[in-house]
Nanobody
């Protein structure tokens, strides 16, 4: 079993920054393809940034140059979000894959507004 818990969301003004964290626990030794997705109001969930199984990173075009995904040795992952825009407003979800099963966190709300 895998548990993913996101934190760090909140309200920020346009141009501001936030850092999201995803704490992974449980049977996570072999978990891979961890990453961040988001769902904006009225839209489908979309990829934001992920690690591939080969360890490289993949970003949505809309966040390239502004967001940075990182991880630590404990399998936790982070998302540094800079130069935030109102269109970044969404619920952000952490995801991981273990033995073909996809696990999601509960999500954390990010609102970018003046």
């Amino acid at each position: 079993q895998v548990q993913l818990v996101e934190s760090g969301g909140g309200l920020v003004q346009p141009g501001g920054s936030l850092r999201l964290s995803c704490a992974a626990s449980g049977s996570i030794f072999s978990i891979n393809a961890m990453g961040w997705y988001r769902r904006a109001p009225g839209k489908e969930r979309e990829l934001v940034a992920t690690f591939t199984s080969g360890g490289t990173t993949n970003y949505a075009d809309s966040v390239k140059g502004r967001f940075t995904i990182s991880r630590d040795n404990a399998k936790n992952i982070y998302l540094q979000m800079n130069s935030l825009k109102p269109e970044d407003t969404a619920v952000y979800y952490c995801r991981g894959i273990l033995r073909g099963q996809i696990y999601w966190g509960q999500g954390t709300q990010v609102t970018v507004s003046s």
